[in-house]
């Protein structure tokens, strides 16, 4: 009897672990791994989605070179193109803004042209050459009726050199350009250069020297140029840049260094009257001034006893001068003049004087003997 017990028992185990595979199966099957269906084709797995980023929406170049038979090239933060050869990019998205040198569009450069498609932007520029060097970018807009904004998380830019062994500097229509110093804040020489591999130096003119450039206190960026991080009034003077290649050495445009003494702000204005006193027949001439920042423009309005009433003539003129040590200041004026007075010219003078940091109004009078 014992050994039929034994088979029994033996028995019973295999069986116990032939229930136990087929259950391993099963549950690979429920998990849909090579899930076979009837007709012997494998079903489709369905993975769960990727977050947008993951999916390289965000944070990834949307800024493409269009290359020959429909290849794509993604613009990194820098390039080199031969000029001379059309370039075409895109920019994907339905509604895409774009920047570019300045230039382009001051002249209406008819070489420029840009369409929009559905999915994408396409920019053209033809015949490019060194002068179009610079920075070129596009983004997403995204409006929220007849506001708009830029994405910034959908933003691409590449800096594109267009290298000219003739024009090592990149060509400007200012052959001598004034830069202004100033205690707060940097300060740019812009002799950028159409080749990264160019070799540049800073000179001053007088005395003759080269400058320093230990990348702290003064740098070279070659998109931009020569970086002056703490400029003084010991920078002023005539400079100009210098660039090496295998070439012959090229001279860029001369820059005026001038140091700045007036602080940013609204216009600081002065008022002041050829006669306040003075009798019928009288001619009077009334000056506004401004003390202000060099490149700084500022527009003036007057509003006076015999306006819409008498002929008056109004002339203005700005011009730098030196005050101080060396500093460099714009004086702006404004200057009315009334002849003939009548009794409807004798009364209040307001000057009002404006910058794009504010406004400031003066007045004075003029009355009669």
Known sequence: MKPCWVLLTLAML????????????????????????????????????????????????????????????????????????????????????????????????S????????????????????????????????????????????????????????????????????????????????CRVTSPLAKVSLHREVPPEEMEVDGTLVSY??????????????????????????????????YQLLYVEVPSGPPYVTIEASLSSARGGDNINITCTVLGEPEMDVTFTWTYPGQNLRPVSVRDSWRLINRGMGHTTRISQSVMAVDDLETIDFGRYICRAKNKRGETAVATSVHSN
Request: glycine residues 8%; aromatic residues 10%.
């Open 14 to 109: 295999w069986l116990e672990l032939q229930n136990g595979a087929c259950q391993q199966v099963n549950r690979r099957k429920e998990a849909g791994e090579n899930r076979i269906r009837p007709g012997g084709k494998r079903a489709k797995v369905r993975y769960p989605k990727l977050k947008e980023k993951e999916a390289g929406g965000r944070g990834q170049s949307i800024l493409t070179q269009v290359l020959d038979k429909g290849r794509f090239l993604r613009l990194g933060e820098s390039v080199s193109l031969s000029p001379g050869n059309n370039i075409e990019l895109r920019c994907k998205g339905s509604n895409i803004g774009w920047s570019y040198p300045i230039y382009l569009d001051t002249f209406n450069d």
């Open 221 to 254: 960026d070659p998109t931009k140029g020569f970086i002056l991080q703490k400029p003084s009034p010991e920078h002023q003077g005539v400079f100009y840049c210098k660039a090496v290649t295998k070439a012959i050495p090229q001279i860029s445009t001369k």
């Open 111 to 190: 070489r420029l042209s840009i369409k929009k498609s559905d999915k994408y932007s396409q920019f053209i520029l033809t015949s490019p050459s060194a002068a179009d060097t610079g920075m070129y970018s596009c983004w997403v807009t995204l409006c929220d009726g007849s506001e708009c904004l830029k994405d910034p998380d959908r933003t691409s830019r590449s800096y594109i050199y267009f290298p000219d062994k003739d024009d090592l500097f990149v060509p400007s229509t200012i052959h001598f350009e004034i830069v202004y110093l100033r205690p707060d804040r940097t300060a740019v020489i812009p």
